[in-house]
């Protein structure tokens, strides 16, 4: 499905004091990168807003005025972009997955304006959601013409023109956004849960030394266990470390990467195994002397 990306990361961030509100971090990484991260098969992204570091190459542009508020940044954005379908978003999204953008971009019906997220509340969430290109310019076109400009004019000035579908029962969190300094301090929470933070934490890593790689967390903690406990704790991360660099060297063979992992830990974790055993009848001889 071909489509473009349009993320608002303007704004006077008022309740956090007018700090840089896109740029601010949440599990290491910074808001704007995460909510990236949620559309990186765009065909174009755009970034409303002020120049900042990105983990990925994006388009720049700004609202005209600057701080004219949503739709005129919105409307700044939509010039940037030709697909027939944008993805719109805000850029302080920490928790934005891929499968609600999927479940987005999917849902707007063949005579629909689009689909925007309904949060778990039941509140409508303009900024995380799909529009279709052409009725988008055209209500914004009259609305411009309706109030002599865009500027401090409302989202629901221009979605209440728009037929748009309801999405829900997607990640709970993925309507989170981070708007005061409690905001962020719940996210910095919520990423460090347990059942949650591997998985963030994976992630944050994978993005960071740009890898595309499924991993199979299960596997490489079995294996760092079986090391750990078969030969030296020591042995768990360096055992980790050198599955990776095989599976690398497979890679660069032509291997599909996912699978010279599994094989890697396969023979690794066989490996450890053998060693504890080695060991066990050494131990039963040693306590019986």
């Known amino acids: 499905?071909?489509?473009?990306?349009?993320?608002?990361?303007?704004?006077?961030?008022?309740?956090?004091?007018?700090?840089?509100?896109?740029?601010?971090?949440?599990?290491?990484?910074?808001?704007?990168?995460?909510?990236?991260?949620?559309?990186?098969?765009?065909?174009?992204?755009?970034?409303?807003?002020?120049?900042?570091?990105?983990?990925?190459?994006?388009?720049?542009?700004?609202?005209?005025?600057?701080?004219?508020?949503?739709?005129?940044?919105?409307?700044?954005?939509?010039?940037?972009?030709?697909?027939?379908?944008?993805?719109?978003?805000?850029?302080?999204?920490?928790?934005?997955?891929?499968?609600?953008?999927?479940?987005?971009?999917?849902?707007?019906?063949?005579?629909?304006?689009?689909?925007?997220?309904?949060?778990?509340?039941?509140?409508?969430q303009p900024l995380v959601a799909a529009y279709r290109a052409e009725p988008l310019r055209r209500e914004i076109a009259l609305l411009a013409t309706e109030h002599g400009g865009l500027s401090g004019l409302p989202l629901r000035a221009l979605t209440a023109e728009l037929e748009l579908a309801k999405v829900t029962g997607t990640a709970p969190l993925a309507s989170f956004d981070c708007d005061t300094w409690d905001d962020l301090a719940v996210a910095r929470a919520r990423i460090r849960e347990h059942g949650n933070v591997l998985d963030q934490w994976i992630t944050a890593v994978k993005t960071e030394l740009g890898i595309d790689l499924t991993v199979d967390t299960k596997t490489l903690l079995d294996l760092a266990r079986d090391a750990a406990h078969g030969v030296a704790r020591p042995a768990a991360p360096l055992t980790t470390f050198l599955v990776g660099y095989a599976a690398a060297r497979a890679e660069a063979t032509g291997a599909d990467p996912a699978a010279a992992v599994a094989e890697a830990s396969r023979k690794a974790a066989d490996l450890a195994l053998r060693w504890a055993a080695e060991a066990a009848p050494e131990a039963r001889e040693n306590g019986s002397g």
């Open 1 to 124: 499905m071909t489509y473009d990306a349009i993320v608002l990361a303007g704004g006077a961030a008022r309740r956090l004091g007018g700090a840089d509100k896109p740029a601010l971090h949440v599990g290491g990484r910074a808001l704007l990168d995460r909510v990236l991260d949620a559309c990186t098969d765009a065909a174009t992204t755009v970034v409303v807003g002020g120049r900042r570091p990105t983990a990925r190459p994006v388009r720049w542009t700004l609202e005209d005025p600057p701080g004219a508020g949503p739709v005129a940044a919105l409307d700044a954005g939509l010039r940037a972009t030709t697909a027939e379908l944008v993805l719109v978003l805000s850029a302080d999204l920490p928790f934005l997955d891929r499968a609600t953008v999927e479940a987005l971009l999917r849902a707007p019906s063949p005579a629909g304006d689009g689909a925007l997220l309904r949060d778990p509340d039941g509140r409508d």
